[in-house]
């Protein structure tokens, strides 16, 4: 008796279509293959919220009592598969149910299989991916994280190449023949996508990490007071007023010490403190109170607290003040006005660096017009990713195009 | 005469005059589980930001407690209590009578304390309507009720609500290939119904977060004019209506320019537009709905027809109404000269 444990691991909501498409691509190709399967979502992860992750799981089992033993289970300790469909989740990832960092191959069993979709080189997903006591396969599929919002799905294919993926790493439980037809019977198959498995099946890259390997950073934890420690009434300490930034001057919020929110962003912005005409707008538009004020009336934003959705950019009147950057370019969460003042003519470099580099400043949040969709998945299904438009069209998309 | 054995004494809070004149400190801070880009946290924070920290917050059920008080933390700096869905009237009302009773007697120091009780559209436009209404009639207690509008209940995964707008995608309403349209209803106007509703409460108004400046001095008018007032925020959801996060500041605005949500005050019975929509009444035209409507990907099985008609509807509400954008029945000369035309 053996099965096949494979969690999905997410953006909430611009993920959340493709995940269970994934999971239950998984089932209905077990079907096929001869074998038993059930996928379902994490309870704890629910409701969900745009980018911050989440999880969803699907099993395989020769046997219907295998599979019924597994289901038993409230959420799987441990995982064959961890499938990540966004590299930027290979930070780590702090998600709704869960307080501190978590690696993300953090339930992948010895010599279980990190899948994962990414355009980076392996050296630059092990910067980022923290280090196993045991050796585990690496294995990509070159594309770019398909994100779209809850009502509207972008059929770029990413969920049955993550089928035809998994037909190669676990044949014993899921053979290519099974998969095509299940996706060839599937209400959102075609002959494409069929195709497209194949191709997947072909093209996957893996290499073997050892122990060791990846990121040395120790992730951080919180620790949470149990129910018998609790206050009266379950009150619980607000939090403090915050203080100036330094000589009586500007402003730095205290923040919620359990919860920092930065694994939920893949994008970041980079500020130019040169051009900026301290307008005040960014600061007052951050739902997440992210930008700290610094003594001559700039804003820096802090990147613990910072959840990268974007609405600095759009709302900053100068052009390229504030560039939204993709996360995967950044190694560390520090300050950008203490680098700024430091040495300012290093800071330009790195800023400049940062957002002319066009891969980098592509966005890809979700729904912006209709027939978007459509036109991003025009190009190569060969090379694995739809061209993505950068910014949003129609509004600052003339100054951002790749 | 009834004996006066009140007093109406409030803090005193003036109007920002100008972005550069706004509170520096945050009082309802980072560290919250709510998606990217959402519009509702930054209301929570502009709220909290005008009214100060000498504050009681009250949050019903919804997006804006669950999300941002998670197992044990918080992103409060000012007192916060979660009541229940339904409970917001009855929390703001019961929390001013209970500080007013406890200073009365001398168990508390003497001094106005704003309370405010915050609901969703699901917990104020539907199921806490009638709470609302009762609290409005208490003309003793000072509060302020803010109903903070995402257009659908959010938090449990997008289910369609009373203030939903017409033919929009839901959980409840997933538009099918037999059935395009499934909600058909048009969304209730909750402002202009408390304000013509409730002669006592002397203030009601509409606000948008992406007109912060305004929108944090309408929060303290409604806090020093004394007595229960009203504030209804639309604020654009990425996460129900489907749209890049980056835009939800841009859809704010846009909801304000197709003329869809008037921005308007109802400051002691008297109406006041203001901002974009004052433009609006004073002659500046409106831009299409469509810019709005077809940015969301819960729009975005709509067609041409659809378009139109919801065009032609919130063409009615701005040349129809008796009062555009707020009242909308007719005076019987009006309805009858109407009815000629036909």
Redesign the interface.
Known sequence: MSALICEVVYR??FQKNLASRITRGIVLSARKSGRWGIAFGRYGD???????PAKDFAIVADTKEELEQNMARYEPKHVDVTICVDDTLAKGVES?AW?GLQPINRLTLPNGTLLMTSLQPFEDLLRDIHKKDEPYTLAVIRARASF?????YKEDHTEVRILGALAKIAPEFLTLDGVCQAIGEMEWGSELKVASVRKAYERLEARQIQPGEGNAEVPYAFE??RWWE?REG?T?P?????KPKEGGKG?V?????????FT?RTMRPVVDFDTCVK???CW???????FD?MPDGTFDA?ME?C?????C???CPVESCIT?VNEAVFEDNASQWDMWRKDKTAYKTWLTDKITNKKATV?S??????GQYEEEIKTDLDAGGAEITAG?PG?NAKHKTI | MPETTFTNATQVLEAFKG??K?T????????????????S??VM??MVKAAG?RTIVLGSTG?MY??NT???????????MHTQLGSSGAAALGTAAGLKALMRKGKMKSEPINVIAFCGDGGGADMGLNGISATLTHKEYNSLILLYDNESYA????QLSGLTPYGA?TTFSPPGSVKRLIHTRWKKNVAGMLAAGHTECRYVATVCA?F??EMMNKVRRALTIGGPTFIHSLDPC???W?????????LGELAIETGIFPLYEVDDGLLKYYGKTKAIVEGRKRKPVREYL?????F?HFTEEDLAYFQAKVDEMWEKWEIPGVVPFKRLEAAKAALEVK
């Open positions: 909430g909501i629910s409701p969900q919220r745009n980018g911050i709704w307080y779209s919002g809850l009502w509207v949470l007071p609790m379950v619980i607000a939090i403090p007023i915050g402003y919020p205290e923040r919620n010490p359990y919860f920092k929110k939920t307008c005040n707008l007052i538009a951050c739902p997440d109170s992210c004020v802090n607290a959840c990268g959705c974007g609405v950019e759009a709302v939204m966005r949040h979700g729904f912006r017009f209709r949003i509004e | 972005i550069k706004v520096i400190e945050e009082y309802f801070t980072s560290g919250h589980r709510t998606c990217q880009g959402c519009e946290a930054l924070k502009l920290p997006c669950v999300a998670t197992y044990y933390t918080t992103p409060w700096v000012v007192p916060w938090n449990t995964d997008i995608h992406s912060a400046v990425p996460k129900g489907d749209y890049d996060p980056m835009l939800s500041h841009d077809l940015k969301q990907g819960r975005a």
